[in-house]
């Protein structure tokens, strides 16, 4: 077992990462104040894996909260069912909440935390590929308005990160994709080793050879570790984890959420950064042919939904957190291994990135 | 214009106090910091004061959200209704929404920006006596759930807060009383002056003297403001600020919010505090006779109301946000002007002061 710590002051917590931690009761128990417990998870994890992680909590009061599967029911609506749970079961300010899925259940979950009570401890135990190398981490918890992705949550960091490899052997090969995708966002943007290692061995991960498993989701967190500690409530650096994100949020909005998983919304979001970053000189042509070379061996798409026009990505595009006064600002690439936010970009070199992914 | 400081190191903020305050522009402008605002009121306060708050705040990009009035619309649902405005105004991270009202718009405004994008700036503009004096000040957002009272919220300190004298002209009687029950609540709790102050000037009071509002609204938001730099959190002393409350928050469950008002509920919940402080031992039963006289001047009641048994005061009360690990607490006071938290009391007397006080 592997543990690294999101180094944030008296909010310090450790990721621990390995194979079948999810039965190992002391990394439940250390971070467990109280005696009551409320595992939140959903229709698709609960059959895999809630009964193992009900059997190491049996010394609690559990209670199981299921919800149902999918970023379409990641609203205030799911919310409040967590909340009727605890309160009929009367859970106090010393309950925990165990977060067992992937970036949806730990996302609401999270923000149940937040707000129950005003504020109770959650641990994570994320199940997929893309919550254990990003959403798990860093304490952005929340849910969508259907007018915009996230736009609802709060700042709460959970009490520690159980990420178990082997909960990797049951997920969906698209899943997998979905979580590769922001795995090469970290070579992307801040570790060109790394992207060029990814380069090389895509084809063994999409294997899932536990050791590469292993390898991805501690590099990754590593990196998201130490942009989160500089920055937690992404006031400056943070936001270059969001890159590929404000193209992606406006294909998932344009789509209806739950139809696209947001690992592949992601992936087209990244070609476009990369083709506008390269409009701008930043970046050559070939490196940006190449990324659609590594996100399509990582079965990851690569141009946005048929029928997306440039008008309704410009309009979906400006609902996001990051527009400041009304200004639109995007993540771009400087060279591969180096991000940066910015509005120093032309609105015609703008609408010739949209024109040319618009089919 | 009396300027008070809630002392919170990078979140301390000014609460200014006096007469037409509601006009000057300065105190709104220093404290707006993008060029998006939104004004959050309701249906009775928006004919009195949207207007000229509007005005005042005329170089902004104003939206309005008129909610509902009455503690019945404290739901998450009401809160979406202010996401849907927001959203759909495309108000980003730098808006600033202003909560112009009583203590239900205040704790919705607030957690509606607590929650927006993770977190937005609000200010605070107090128009009753009872978030003039209580629920403006302190950071303590949120909403009512079916099974509790502020069962859903965060922690999320205002910009500041203009509490304007003037507006208390236009209170309602009945909303004037609930106000002064937190009035009163600060001498029990800890100003035994102020408590015989009170005493002695009641029916001055009521007869709404400009000065005499001008300094019970001083003098309570001088002790919150003490009690809540101290422990901002409510990990310790703050919970002195519940007195009455854990009766109180039963009283409303059980009508269903929007039948008594809060202030109206803490009132009665203060006497039965003082009621079982006494079988304690702690007070004289002729204090408790002299606050029953005191809360009757200030035409508040001091008794449940009728129909509400004990089993049902005890189930009601076991939900309080004080019960910890399933121990319930109650705010107790061991004399005039100095309260304690404590679950060192018998069973037997909570019964025998629920007996007394049940019709």
Redesign the interface.
Known sequence: MKTLTVGLGCRSYPIYIGSDLIHSSMLYTTHIK???VAIVTNETVAPLYLAQVRQVLSDYNVIEVVLPDGEQWKT?ETV?RI??HL??A?H???TTLVALGGGVVGDMTGFAA??????VDFIQVPTTLLSQVDSSIGG?T?VN?P??KN?????HQPACVIADIATLNTLPDNDLSAGLAEVIKYGLICDSDFYEWLQINMASILDRKPELLSKIVIRSCQRKAEIVADDE?ELGRRVILNLGHTFGHAIEAWQGYGQWRHGEAVAVGMVMSADLSARLGWLDQQEVEQLVVLLESARLPVSPPVGMSADEFLSLM??D?K????TLRLVLLKRIGDATVTSEFSGKCLDQTLAKFIC
């Open positions: 109280g005696l009551d205030l409040n909340f009727d309160l009929a009367r106090t300010r010393t937040a707000c129950y009570q005003r504020g952005k929340g308005h007018l915009g736009m609802i949550g709060a700042f409530k400006r609902v957190k527009v400041l006064d009304g």
